[in-house]
């Protein structure tokens, strides 16, 4: 079965440090990932997306992919508390998304 | 541009009665999809469709029943709710999801409860 995985957390960082979200998958015919943000009570919104190996900045975030390695990465630059929330990682799998469980993130001021 | 709607946002059912969650968006996309997210946990898929008149079971869907008349929509049926069913439903949809890997757009949401 294809998977996403993620350590549901949650990940505690003090406001201004680098927050570092990690996601592996299983099935090596995946092409695109992508992070969506999802507050509490709300649907999740994209925030990044990465389809070739390496990284790729929007602004405060950064998305990295290692094919080989089979793992998908984000980091966040000067965290804020509105930061907070649950990030969850896709990866396409034929004509659907796999989604991870989700990492909870806590910015403390 | 109201992209993905979801109609009920709230609905609380009594065990055995049956309702659809309504789905649609006006973006033209092909592929769309139901999700339920039970509290503290990830995103189920419960039944895509990859246009109109195709439908196919994604990784839960007991208990569920989907359509695609038009592209436009896609409702989900429960028929017969049991509490287990209580959760937050997402509808999602996208143009197509390898070329250019394009991303999901989600609707708000409905939140249902089964007592």
């Known amino acids: 079965q294809k998977e996403v995985e993620q350590n549901s957390g949650p990940l505690s960082v003090p406001e201004g440090a680098i927050a570092s979200l990690n996601c592996t998958y299983s099935d090596r015919g995946s092409q695109s990932f992508f992070w969506y943000r999802q507050y509490s009570g709300k649907s999740p919104e994209l925030i990044m997306s990465?389809?070739?190996?390496g990284d790729k900045e929007d602004g405060r975030f950064t998305a990295q992919l290692n094919k080989a390695s089979q793992y998908v990465s984000l980091l966040i630059r000067d965290s804020q508390p509105s930061d907070s929330a649950t990030y969850l990682c896709a990866g396409d799998a034929a004509d659907k998304l796999i989604f991870g469980t989700g990492t909870r993130l806590q910015v403390f001021p | 541009n109201a992209g993905v709607t979801q109609t009920p946002k709230f609905r609380i059912l009594k065990i055995g009665q049956s309702m659809t969650l309504q789905c649609t968006q006006d973006?033209?996309?092909?592929?769309m999809y139901w999700y339920r997210q039970d509290p503290g946990m990830g995103l189920k898929l419960i039944y895509y469709s990859v246009g109109a008149g195709i439908t196919d079971k994604g990784e839960v869907p007991n208990g569920y029943n989907v359509s695609r008349s038009t592209t436009e929509d896609f409702p989900l049926r429960l028929e017969l709710a049991a509490p287990s069913q209580t959760s937050v439903y997402f509808c999602?949809?996208?143009?197509?999801?390898?070329?250019?890997?394009?991303?999901?757009?989600f609707g708000d949401g409905t939140r249902l409860s089964i007592l």
């Open positions: 973006m033209n996309h092909n592929y």
């Open positions: 990465i389809y070739s190996n």
């Open positions: 999602a949809s996208n143009p197509y999801p390898r070329v250019g890997g394009q991303p999901q757009h």
